[in-house]
């Protein structure tokens, strides 16, 4: 089993800029690709960035060029660097971590984290 823990949303004004981030425990030598997802009141959850533990990055288009994922293995952390937050980035942020094979089937997701951007 994997526990993600997210911190760093919060309340801002449009323009501004927050850095989420997410602890992994456990069993975090099977996880591989790590990511963050949004969901907004009356949608699907999107996937927002992920990245691999070799640290390829893929970014969703809707923060793209307005974020940046990272991640130090050493600490099991991702992190998401949002700038020039919209009102429309508000939603609840979510973590996810994916196993690789042999443990492909791990798919772990984090409690959320409210972002609520104020225009």
């Known amino acids: 089993q994997v526990r993600l823990v997210e911190s760093g949303g919060g309340l801002v004004q449009a323009g501004e800029s927050l850095r989420l981030s997410c602890a992994a425990s456990g069993s975090t030598f099977a996880i591989n690709i790590m990511g963050w997802y949004r969901q907004a009141p009356g949608s699907q959850r999107e996937l927002v960035a992920s990245i691999e533990r070799e640290g390829n990055a893929k970014y969703a288009d809707s923060l793209k060029g307005r974020s940046a994922i990272s991640r130090d293995n050493a600490k099991n952390t991702i992190y998401l660097q949002m700038d020039s937050l919209t009102a429309e980035d508000t939603a609840v942020y979510y973590c996810?971590?994916?196993?690789?094979?042999?443990?492909?089937?791990?798919?772990?997701w984090g409690q959320g984290t409210q972002v609520t951007v104020s225009s």
């Open positions: 996810n971590a994916r196993g690789a094979p042999p443990f492909a089937t791990y798919n772990f």
